[in-house]
């Protein structure tokens, strides 16, 4: 993961700029197919925690370069992020006491103005050497045994309480009490105001609760009510995920999959002529790689079904099926080498994995071909013959069928 992570952000910050890394990482559906194309089980609270330490552990050798540096974590790496920000700010020059500043903003944010019943365990803060920065940072709910990932992003950043994540991804339900958003300005003004005036008036009015057993009564019944503001359009993308972690039919859709195999089958004989005289894994790998550039150059749209990119490496819990550890190597090698290439002013092998996403966008209204079961079983069929593991072993030791719909 933390190669072929490392390769996927230097083909993106080569062709598109450090920028687009940022926006990148700040959208949910992006983030989620990032870590299903590197392997990781697509529906799972350690994908967020996977991603971003593999990022940090293979971006750094190459952060001076890229100009993109990764701090924080999980736990304990997440304190450290106030000093790993002040180191990067003494070797750029960036001004780290104002990064220093938003990091600990955007955690006290997701922890206190948003209760949500969520507790903050990873904080990651990414920041360019154009002092540009996103946050991914994630909390749990024990009870429920599930996760909330909030993105934020510098970009177009106006406050840090009028509604600023860039997204959240995780299921709304239960009450939510949201200090940052929008809507709550005079909420805001009104707890200032407490503040600002001691604790007589506070005390008045709780006496009064308590007199007249009236929970409803007005903090300030003595003001004029000021007309809120219209509440702006916000489009932001909020990813929902079912309560399955097994890849299943209906998380897929399957135009974009054919799409995508027809133009491996395509362009590959085309572009990718040696590879393809592989033994075992060339026509294979051409067909991750297809999933692989769409990370790197799909229109955000073709995102909102990240468990399709589970099919370029499978998932280390077996679902859709075993990682294909030789494909998985094949794939890092031949973008590493286009990327190698490109820093040298050769860009056509880069080229050519572009065209293996374009080929699939032309060809998504009219390809067809097998059933989602039968692309999976073939998949699990040949998992020994593509060094396929999970964490549980090797392919041998999973034989259940893939679940369904």
Partial sequence: MTRLGRVIVE?????????????RLAHPFWFQSFGAVMGMD?????????????LKRGLAPLERELGIYVCGGKGAHSRKTPAELLTIGERTGLDAASLVHASRLVAKVDSAAVQDGFDLYLHTFVVTADGRWCVVQQGMNEQRREARRYHWLSENLQSFLDSPHAA?????????????????????????????TGPDRTIGVLKRVRDRGNAALDLFANTDPTPLPPLP??????????????????????????????????????????????????????????????????????????????????GKDGHPFPVPIEVYDETIRVLKDAVSQAKLGNDEKLAAVRRLDEQARALECVATGASFDALVGEERRRAGEYGGRTVFGG??????PQSTD
């Fill in 395 to 400: 392919s041998a030791s999973l034989d259940s």
């Fill in 11 to 23: 083909a993106i910050a080569l062709h598109y700029g450090r920028d687009e890394v940022l926006r």
């Fill in 168 to 196: 959240i991804e995780g299921r709304n339900r239960g009450s939510i009490v949201n200090l940052a958003d929008a809507r709550a300005a005079r909420n805001r003004e009104a707890g200032l105001e407490l503040v600002q």
């Fill in 233 to 314: 359009e916000l489009d932001l993308p909020h990813l929902r995920m079912p309560a399955h972690h097994d890849v299943r039919a209906s998380d897929v859709v399957l135009k974009r999959l054919h799409a995508v195999l027809s133009a491996a089958a395509d362009r590959g004989p085309k572009d990718f002529s040696e590879l393809l005289l592989t033994p075992g894994v060339g026509a294979r790998t051409v067909a991750s790689l297809a999933l692989v550039a769409e990370i790197v150059y799909g229109a955000p749209s073709r995102f909102s079904d990240p468990a399709r990119f589970a099919f370029a490496h499978g």
């Fill in 42 to 54: 697509w529906h799972s609270s350690g994908i967020t925690t996977s991603v971003m330490g593999a």
